[in-house]
C-alpha cells in the first residue's frame, strides 16, 4: 500500500472552535497583529508550534499515574534517567523543564563572556541564552541550506570548511563548544547527515573542543538518515540514534518535540566536573537532580514517548505528513523550502510577498493574513525573530523571511491539512493585496514573541 495511514485510533477527542473572519479580525487587532499574543481558543489549526503540542498515547498518560512524587530519589527518576541512558548512551542526565532551561545551565558553566560558539543554525532561544552570558552565536549552515529551493537530501548540515576556518581564526581555547542542531529548525526543519555529525566530532576533538548535540528531533533526524544516507538503510533508527550520540559529548534536548511530552528537557554530558557544575546551578533555580522542575509524573510521560517516537511506523507517517503538506504547496507554484524537513513547512515569504520589503516583514505579514483568511496560526521565522541586533541595536533584514507551520505530532488529520492547503491557496489568488507591517512597540531581547505591530 501507497497510502501512508495514521498509525494510531483516536480515542479522546478536543473540540475545535470556530470562528468567522469579523472575529478574527477583531482577536488580531487586540493582540496587537502579533499571533503569539492571541487565545489559543480562536485558532482553528494551531501550527505555531510542534513543541508540547503533541498527542501522548495512552501508555504515556497510564505511565503518569505511575509518577512518584517523592522530593529525591523518585521512581519516576530513575525510570527516565535509564530511559535516557539507553538511547542516547551518555553517563550524566541532568533533568530540566524545558529545553531552554537546559540551554541556560549550559551557557552558564560553559561560556565565558566574548567566546565563540558555532552552530549549523542555532535557535532562537539557544542564541539569546549564549548572548545572555556575553558569548557569540555563530551559524556556520552548508552552502546548499541557502538555495531554499534545491533538492538535496541534507541541508541542516553544517559548513566544516567554515568551521575550519572560525576554529584557525579565534582559536579554539575561544571555543566552549561546537554544537549542531538536529535537525536544523531555523535552517528548514532539514536533517543532517550522519557524515556531518561525524566530520563535526572529529574536528572538534581535533582541537580538544567539546561537540554538543541540539537533539530535540533527533528521531525525525535519524529517519532521514535511514531513507537518505547511504550505508544506513538497514540499519535501525535505534541504532543510527546509538551511532549519532556516540560522536558527542553531550547534549541538549527538548522533550516537547520528538519525545512527545507537554513539557521537559534534559541535559546529557560525559563529562563528571561539567555534571556536577550543571547539577549546582540546576538546584539553584530548577529543583533537585533527580527532578529538575518536573513532576514525576512527567519524567515517566518522557521516559516512554522517548521510546516511541523511535517507532518506524510512526515516523513513516510523520514523515509523509509533513511531505504531504509541502509537496501539495509546491504542486500549487507556491514558494516552500524543499525538500520538506520533519517537523514543519516553511514558506518563502519574501516570493510569496515580493512587494513587500524585509523591514515591512512579509513573513509576519503572511501569517497575519493566513490566519484571517481561515483561523491558521503559523509562526514567522524572519526579520521579526532575528533583524534586531541586540548588542548594537541596529535593525537588518534576516537572511530569510519565512512563515513556518509546524505540525503537532499525532494531533491533526489529513484532512485538517488538507484545509491548511486550500486556505494558503486562497491567500496565494490575493497576494497582492496583503499588506506590509510596521513594528509599534517591542521588548530588548525575542521581540517576536511580544513585539506589537500595525499595518502600514
Ligand atoms: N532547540 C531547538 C532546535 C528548538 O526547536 C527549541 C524549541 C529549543 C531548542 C528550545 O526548547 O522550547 O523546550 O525550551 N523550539 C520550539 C519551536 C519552541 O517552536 O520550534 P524549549
Not at 478536543?14 to 493582540?31: G, S, V
Not at 489549526?45 to 530519589?73: N, R
Not at 549549523?120 to 556556520?140: C, P, Y
Request: proline fraction near 5%.
Amino acid at each position: 500500500m501507497k497510502t501512508a495511514i495514521e498509525p494510531f485510533r483516536i480515542k479522546t477527542i478536543e473540540p475545535i472552535q470556530f470562528t468567522t473572519r469579523l472575529e478574527r479580525e477583531r482577536y488580531l487587532q487586540e493582540a496587537g497583529l502579533n499571533l503569539f499574543s492571541l487565545r489559543a481558543e480562536d485558532v482553528i489549526i494551531d501550527l505555531l508550534t510542534d513543541s508540547g503540542t503533541s498527542a501522548m498515547s495512552a501508555q504515556a498518560w497510564a505511565a503518569m499515574m505511575q509518577g512518584d512524587e517523592s522530593y529525591a530519589g523518585a521512581r519516576s527518576w530513575y525510570r527516565f534517567e535509564a530511559a535516557v541512558q539507553d538511547i542516547f548512551g551518555f553517563p550524566y542526565v541532568i533533568p530540566t523543564h524545558q529545553g531552554r532551561a537546559a540551554e541556560r545551565l549550559f551557557a552558564n558553566v560553559l561560556i565565558k563572556p566574548g567566546m565563540v560558539v558555532p552552530n549549523n543554525t542555532h535557535f532562537d532561544t539557544t542564541r539569546a541564552n549564549i548572548e545572555a552570558v556575553g558569548g557569540k552565536a555563530m551559524d556556520l549552515p552548508c552552502p546548499e541550506a541557502s538555495d531554499l529551493a534545491l533538492e538535496a537530501p541534507f541541508k541542516g548540515d553544517m559548513d566544516i570548511a567554515a568551521l575550519e576556518r572560525l576554529i584557525s581564526e579565534v582559536g579554539a581555547m575561544q571555543i566552549p563548544a561546537i554544537m549542531l542542531t538536529v535537525t536544523n529548525n531555523s535552517g528548514g526543519g532539514q536533517p543532517v547527515s550522519m557524515a556531518n555529525i561525524r566530520a563535526a566530532s572529529k574536528l572538534a576533538h581535533l582541537h580538544g573542543i567539546p561537540f554538543y548535540i541540539d537533539a530535540c528531533r533527533f528521531a525525525e533526524n535519524a529517519y532521514f538518515i535511514k531513507q537518505r544516507e547511504a550505508g544506513y538503510e538497514e540499519m535501525s533508527v535505534r541504532e543510527i540514534v546509538r551511532e549519532m550520540f556516540a560522536y558527542a559529548d553531550g547534549c541538549l534536548v527538548s522533550a516537547k518535540k520528538d519525545a512527545f511530552a507537554n513539557i521537559g528537557g534534559f541535559l546529557c554530558t560525559r563529562d563528571d566536573r561539567v555534571a556536577e557544575q550543571l547539577r549546582s546551578l540546576l538546584i539553584l533555580s530548577e529543583g533537585f537532580p533527580t527532578y529538575g522542575g518536573l513532576a514525576g509524573r512527567d519524567l515517566d510521560a518522557i521516559a516512554v514517548g522517548l521510546y516511541e517516537c523511535l517507532d518506524e511506523n510512526y515516523l513513516n507517517y510523520r514523515i509523509h505528513s509533513t511531505q504531504h503538506l509541502v509537496d501539495k504547496l509546491h504542486e500549487l507554484d507556491i514558494p516552500v523550502i524543499r525538500p520538506a524537513g520533519g517537523h514543519a513547512a516553511y514558506i518563502d515569504a519574501r516570493r510569496f510577498l515580493p512587494h513587500i520589503e524585509p523591514l515591512q516583514y512579509p513573513g509576519q505579514a503572511l501569517a497575519v493574513e493566513l490566519y484571517l483568511e481561515a483561523g491558521v496560526r503559523g509562526v514567522e521565522v524572519g526579520t521579526v525573530m532575528f533583524g534586531r541586533d541586540v548588542h548594537t541595536g541596529i535593525e537588518r533584514p534576516a537572511k530569510w523571511d519565512l512563515l513556518r507551520l509546524a505540525i503537532p505530532r499525532r494531533v491533526y488529520t489529513q484532512s485538517h491539512i488538507d484545509y491548511v492547503i486550500e486556505a494558503i491557496a486562497q491567500v496565494w489568488q490575493h497576494r497582492d493585496r496583503v499588506r506590509g507591517l510596521k513594528i509599534v512597540s517591542e521588548p530588548p531581547y525575542l521581540r517576536h514573541f511580544s513585539a506589537y505591530f500595525s499595518f502600514i
